[in-house]
């Protein structure tokens, strides 16, 4: 049995599945494959309990908190293991315990029978104990949490703020498991231990922020179980990528020529940080297209960019037939410049990233193309889709898909579990990052490192992988002497580390 730990390890496995799709394979599992389904929830607590005891080696009292489903099953028995294993434990029935049905219930049968008695939760505190055992709702939640379950996770969540270490089973209750949206409320944990697959909530929206650690268990279900079943999506991870070594002979022609366009008045420093990204990344030459007045600035700044002053289309084109790949954004601003030199890359067949005020101008007038990147934030795809940021935050992957869909190419949804979708409509999700890239000029680094990998030969679909990706770790990686102050800047030493 798997019981991988660690969140974005090597050790997680790469596929992500919705709420139904991990009860397809927990049906197959146990009538196909002839596993009784009160030894995969055995198996559930086993794995639990093992990660409780490795997480928290000197905790000796235990409160867990069940509901009236198979999770409340996962964690009445959690709490006869614990029982067993001399803790001291204190376990809360929430919801009609006249509802627990088939292996739940004999769970149940087994904790009174080992002596432990179960309390009915009557919306008090929980007292002192050191580790609380979220096992109040699983995966099948779809409507906002109310009533005596809400109250549960009240309960929770103060018991953790006066110190209480928490465990969810499966999923913290409350955090839908397609989405990542928090249904009105949800336990905050600070390790949960997922089974049998992967849930998408768990890796995007406030899933990362309320999972904490996310360890693994696929309860001894057989391969021929997970081949049934095509994932929805596929988890993203630097560790995934290598780029090959260069030859001895190679020299900058080989390695493409990025032309990034912005830079308005008062806006040079984005443009900066996007051009220096893809030279970083390894892009062989990288032009700046800005404002004159930035054009000495900034190759003072950084004379390995080749910046020219363009104020007009005319200027751009000469540039724009040496380039072989466009990136358009970082500090382009929105008024008549910017809309102009937008509208002469539209014109271009270049394959093209798109970021920034260029995204706002392009959701002014919609159109399709097969060969750009589109790189939003959630606000960005707010107004690319016309819905509000609240919209895109409820169901980032559908948000995601639809800008692909309308749009075409292949999209980047940033934030928390960014969200990657190709021209087939194929789903993947990053599960590195910090809050530390909540920064100015962190998109603009993701810009230029997405045109850098597209400008050395990488397809659209694997320059958006790769480069979120390498994005991300590195700012991981840069985030380990603190993550607030972290500088976009500060990514560009760790960059040259990872790729060698």
């Not at 580790?131 to 699983?138: I, S, T």
């Not at 000469?318 to 809309?339: H, N």
Request: aromatic fraction near 4%; hydrophobic fraction near 50%; proline fraction near 4%.
């Amino acid at each position: 049995m798997n019981t991988a730990a660690d969140n974005g390890s090597l050790s997680l496995p790469l596929p992500l599945y919705r709420a139904a799709q991990v009860r397809e394979l927990d049906r197959l599992a146990i009538e196909e494959q002839g596993i009784p389904g009160i030894t995969l929830m055995e198996r559930a607590g086993q794995a639990a309990f093992a990660r409780l005891q490795t997480r928290w080696p000197r905790a000796r009292s235990l409160g867990v908190l069940c509901g009236v489903g198979n999770n409340g099953g996962d964690g009445f028995i959690v709490a006869r293991l614990a029982v067993e294993a001399g803790y001291t434990v204190r376990v809360w029935q929430v919801g009609d315990a006249q509802k627990i049905r088939g292996d739940a219930l004999a769970a149940r049968e087994q904790l009174l029978a080992a002596g432990l008695g179960i309390t009915a939760f009557d919306g008090s505190g929980l007292g002192d104990c050191e580790v609380l055992v979220d096992g109040l709702l699983g995966t099948g939640l779809a409507g906002e949490v109310a009533g005596v379950w809400r109250q549960a996770i009240a309960a929770i969540n103060a018991a953790r703020e006066a110190g209480a270490q928490v465990l969810a089973l499966d999923i913290p209750s409350g955090l839908h498991a397609d989405t990542g949206q928090m249904l009105g409320a949800a336990v905050q944990a600070q390790v949960c231990v997922t089974f049998i697959g992967l849930k998408l909530g768990l890796f995007t929206g406030q899933g990362p922020a309320l999972c904490g650690e996310i360890a693994f268990a696929d309860l001894g279900v057989p391969p021929a179980v997970f081949a049934s079943v095509a994932p929805a999506a596929r988890r993203l991870s630097w560790d995934q990528y290598s780029l090959p070594p260069r030859r001895p002979t190679a020299h900058k022609g080989d390695f493409g020529h990025v032309l990034v366009v912005g830079g308005d008045e008062g806006m040079a420093g984005a443009l900066r940080l996007a051009g220096e990204a893809a030279l970083r990344t390894g892009a062989g030459l990288v032009t700046a297209a800005t404002r004159a007045g930035h054009a000495a600035m900034i190759s003072a700044a950084r004379p390995e960019l080749m910046a020219h002053g363009v104020e007009s289309v005319a200027a751009l084109r000469p540039l724009l037939k040496r380039a072989t790949v466009l990136a358009v954004g970082p500090g382009l601003g929105q008024a008549d410049w910017g809309r102009r030199l937008f509208s002469a890359l539209l014109d271009s067949q270049q394959p093209l990233v798109v970021d920034a005020d260029a995204l706002n101008l392009l959701a002014a007038e919609p159109l399709q193309r097969h060969n750009w990147i589109l790189t939003p934030h959630p606000g960005e795809a707010a107004r690319l889709l016309g819905q509000s940021v609240a919209q895109v935050q409820a169901d980032r992957i559908a948000a995601a898909s639809a800008l692909q869909q309308k749009y075409g190419g292949v999209v980047v949804l940033k934030g928390a579990g960014t969200v990657i979708v190709d021209e087939a409509g194929a789903i993947g999700l990053c599960s590195e990052g910090n809050p530390g890239m909540a920064s100015g000029g962190m998109g603009d680094v993701l810009t230029g490192v997405i045109a850098g990998l597209l400008a050395q030969g990488a397809g659209l679909a694997d320059a958006a992988r790769q480069g979120v990706c390498l994005h991300a770790h590195a700012a991981d990686l840069a985030a380990r002497d603190g993550q607030r102050g972290l500088l976009a800047s500060d990514l560009f030493p760790v960059m040259r580390c990872l790729l060698g």
